[in-house]
């Protein structure tokens, strides 16, 4: 048979990166996480050629270091019967300390990729050494300036970058046993912009001690979605979530 | 108790943080307590490099299966890591719970390569204790090693309060009983755990022993007491089967050298190899049982999800029923696994074995013949025809490979420019037989300096000095360079030189290690982060010359800085191995024919483990004869014709 035509599955997983793992990079958790479905033994699709791979699809990188509630990645499997649950039931006990998945929804045929689809996060950051009163002045002056200009480097040249348009929302949080935190939602089109960048866009410079991704969302028709939502297969409705 | 909450601090500046989290698949979980001994297990190099250690990770299982001891691993922090940690006041830590090195009773440490010994001090000093192993306090950390570069631990004897000679599984525990009723005691005296230490057989505690020299020549090395044992003998593990570890092979988070599953097949090599270290000192060949193989394979590649299985040993190919074993392993894995073999010989290398470890994912295949020449090989004893090579090489381009890496070494004994050109003539040969197969066929040269080292028949023998070195380097690569398909890489001679200073050292050479480290010279196996001047300089300054060390032909009655120790082999059969080395005399695998009595078995009543009592199929097999019924392959054949010709001169 045509391995083209054989049927296939395409399955959308959310998962957390919480703790010590959070140090590992994109790249790491990529290896994790082909790994871990060999220890599934599910029949996950493998691409042709020299050296075949598992065919894993993630979305938006995230930063070594920074924590998550909501990351995603889609999973091809070689069977047209796969549904949610038996792949969440497969993952328990194989992922590692501090990665879990979380929910997932078979996927229709074509829907977009990851990469594109997300437009926004939500970002809850804990920055240390810092005062509510002092770090609300410190969000009003962000979200009055015109613009934000940030410089990064890329391959050794120097790409200066305005952040304004990217920072949709932003707020100061709870205090914690260590500092406060500081709620922003970030753009990702047509580069994510990250919270470093934010942080680094306006004086005073505040550290953070931790950053998680709260959040993904597909803007859509004006309307906010979680991608576990956008591009189901309209006929088995099996979004499942553990949140 | 832990570290983790002033780490996580630290670590969003450095490069790599996956290196110091801990949490691998199998990592254990150990309870602390007053009654059981705390190992630190150390590596002296990155965690990239550490990690796989096959030695440690046995080592920390085994300890923490006993109900008296626990265990916890820690690594080289990079240099960045280290910056920030002195900055910050944090301590050496383990990479399990975290814990401060200082809450371990011993620090025990994995010595695989001489470059690292500025490490090994750094990572001492990074706990806290001090380096010098005569300034500790009674109840400090006791600093341990062991691994290959401690059958001469003299450059590090004054750092290191414990030196363990030879396979670990069985006398690390007795090293357990004897810390453990110290701990007991309230750890009142240092000087009384060291004596107990000293009375365990494998054990070589330095401090206990008189060194006398006369001049640059060392006189002696004798033990200052009476229960101190005059000559230490290394640990044999008689049968592997008995030691099926590691059960549970860390599966790490973060990427590592051979990232993949590992499972020692067989241990030991008698093929003779006589600049080999590993191969004098790991006798005799003890193969695991087929079965237990499988076992292992299976359970492992289910636990860890690894599509990758590495068969180790000295020289897999050697293994009674390699082709079987590995075509179960393919099996096992549904297809989706492949099956790396580290180390192969060119003469069991068959077409067979060939096509069974492509059939999930052609892993990158090297080829080590070691010389161009086979007078060479006959001095070094590496018996494998000109014929063997181009079988193996024929093997792996029929079935599919097309590239491959030929390991050799050039400042080898009796050397000569002919020598060194047969290197290029044999890539250039290989690329030809390719070419039948393939558009692009490519065969990498990796040439190394070669470094004598001790128990070796080579031991007796001066280096070749960094200029030599380069020169023949660069002789090979003039040589090679037009010839398309065949690229070169090499080993930094000055990197050689300076191992040499470690391999060969006697305690004197101490200085010199503590002198570069306390000048910032850690990491002295990275390239970007070795410092040749550095050692010349520290040389000079403790008015010990490199040439003396280094490139000068010992003599038979010279006192060696390891003739205390063994490794069970007789001096006189290492001198007799040299005596027929530099006569160009070949020595039989003693694993299939008669004992010529080297002393590895006899000396410790023990004897080879080993499945077939014939050599697996294929090749010459070490004799250099191409066997009744051999067929080479119809292109070798064509090739031949001048390289024959060669050989029967």
């Not at chain 1, 029949?43 to 050629?49: C, D």
């Not at chain 2, 009796?414 to 490519?442: M, W």
């Not at chain 2, 982060?529 to 490139?551: C, E, I, N």
């Amino acid at each position: 048979m045509n391995p083209n035509q054989a049927p296939r599955t395409r399955v959308r997983l959310r998962y957390r990166k919480m703790g010590r793992i959070r140090f590992t990079s994109h790249r790491d958790v990529a290896r994790i996480w082909e790994r871990s479905l060999r220890r599934t033994g599910l029949p996950v699709a493998q691409t042709e050629g020299f050296s075949p791979r598992a065919k894993l699809h993630f979305g938006l990188a995230l930063a070594t270091g920074y924590e998550s509630d909501a990351e995603y990645l889609d999973v091809d499997f070689k069977s047209g019967e796969m549904t949610v649950d038996e792949v969440l039931k497969a993952l328990v006990g194989v992922l590692p300390d501090g990665i879990e998945a979380t929910g997932g929804a078979i996927l229709a045929p074509g829907a977009t990729s990851l990469q594109q689809a997300v437009t926004i996060c939500d970002w809850d950051i804990e920055l240390l050494d810092v005062a509510s009163g002092d770090l609300a002045q410190w969000v009003d002056q962000v979200l009055g300036a015109a613009t934000l200009m940030v410089t990064r480097e890329r391959k050794g040249q120097k790409i200066t970058d305005d952040l304004a348009p990217q920072v949709r929302a932003l707020e100061v949080g709870e205090p914690t046993s260590r500092g406060v935190r500081l709620l922003a939602t970030l753009g990702t089109q047509p580069r994510a912009a990250r919270p470093s960048e934010l942080l680094a866009a306006q004086e005073p410079v505040h550290r953070p001690v931790l950053i998680r991704r709260t959040r993904q969302w597909i803007e859509q028709d004006g309307a906010r979605l979680e991608p576990l939502e956008v591009g189901a297969a309209p006929a088995q409705h099996t979004l499942v979530g553990v949140q | 108790m832990s570290l983790w909450p002033e780490l996580e601090l630290v670590l969003p500046d450095v490069s790599k943080p996956a290196r110091y989290i801990g949490g691998e698949g199998g990592m254990a979980t150990p309870e602390h307590h007053p009654s059981k001994v705390a190992w630190l297990l150390a590596y002296p190099d990155t965690y990239e490099i550490g990690l796989p250690n096959q030695g440690l990770q046995i080592l920390y299982e085994i300890l923490n299966e006993r109900d008296d001891s626990v265990a916890e691993r820690a690594y080289a922090p990079w240099v960045d890591m280290e910056a920030e940690m002195r900055a910050a006041g944090l301590p050496l830590f383990s990479v399990d719970t975290h814990r401060r090195a200082a809450v371990f009773d011993v620090l025990a440490f994995n010595l695989s390569a001489e470059l690292v010994y500025t490490n090994l001090l750094n990572c001492i000093d990074l706990t806290g204790v001090p380096v010098r192993a005569e300034n500790r306090a009674d109840d400090d950390l006791l600093i341990g090693a062991g691994g290959h570069c401690t059958y001469n631990p003299e450059p590090l004897a004054d750092f290191v309060d414990f030196f363990v000679l030879g396979d670990g599984e069985e006398v690390v525990s007795e090293i357990n009983a004897v810390v453990r009723d110290w701990k007991r005691s309230g750890k009142k005296s240092r000087q009384s755990v060291l004596r107990a230490l000293a009375a365990v057989e494998g054990v070589y505690v330095p401090s206990l022993y008189d060194v006398a020299y006369d001049g640059p020549a060392l006189v002696s090395i004798t033990p200052r007491f009476a229960d101190v044992p005059a000559v230490v003998e290394k640990r044999t593990v008689a049968d592997l089967a008995e030691w099926p570890y590691p059960k549970q092979q860390l599966v790490p988070l973060t990427e590592v050298v051979h990232d993949r599953l590992n499972v020692e097949v067989f241990r030991g090599c008698t093929r003779g190899c006589r600049f080999c270290q590993a191969g004098m000192i790991t006798r005799p060949v003890r193969e695991r049982p087929a079965e237990q193989v499988r076992t292992m394979v299976a359970d492992g590649l289910a636990r860890s999800g690894y599509d990758e299985v590495a068969l180790t040993s000295l020289s897999t190919a050697d293994f009674s029923g390699i082709t079987e074993v590995v075509s179960a392993t393919m099996d096992c894995g549904a297809g989706e696994v492949s099956v790396s073999l580290p180390s192969l010989r060119v003469d069991a290398f068959t077409v067979g074995l060939a096509a069974q470890i492509q059939r999930a994912r052609r892993t990158g295949l090297t080829f080590a013949p070691e010389a161009g020449s086979w007078r060479m090989r006959q001095v070094i004893n590496k018996l494998i025809d000109e014929r063997d090579l181009y079988g193996a090489v024929e093997s792996a381009f029929s079935q599919g490979w097309r590239r491959m890496k030929l390991y050799f070494l050039t400042g080898l004994p009796t050397e000569t420019d002919v020598d060194t050109l047969a290197i290029g003539e044999l890539a250039r040969n290989c690329v030809e037989l390719g070419r039948a197969h393939t558009k692009n066929p490519s065969v990498t040269v990796s040439l190394g300096g070669f470094v004598p080292k001790p128990f070796t028949p080579f031991q007796w023998f001066g280096q070749n000095t960094v200029s030599e070195l380069q020169r023949k380097v660069f002789l090979l690569r003039d040589d090679i360079k037009r010839n398309r398909g065949v690229q070169m890489k090499w080993h930094d001679p000055k990197a050689s030189l300076v191992e040499g200073i470690a391999s060969r050292g006697d305690r004197r050479i101490g200085r010199v290690i503590e002198e570069v480290w306390r000048q910032g010279g850690t990491f002295q196996e990275w390239s970007e982060h070795f410092d040749y001047d550095r050692w010349t300089q520290a040389m000079a300054k403790h008015g010990l010359s490199v040439d003396w060390y280094v490139h000068r032909h010992r003599t038979e009655d010279e006192v060696l800085p390891w003739d205390h120790l063994s490794a069970g082999l007789h001096k006189d059969f290492l001198w007799q191995d040299w005596r027929d080395a530099l006569n160009e005399v070949g020595l039989e695998d003693c694993r299939w024919t008669p004992c010529y009595d080297c002393g590895a078995c006899t000396g410790y009543s023990i004897e080879h483990i080993v499945a077939s009592a014939t050599p697996p199929a294929g090749g010459s097999q070490g004799t250099g004869q191409v066997p009744t019924g051999y067929q080479p392959p119809a292109a070798v054949a064509v090739q031949l014709s001048g390289v024959g010709a060669r050989n029967s001169a």
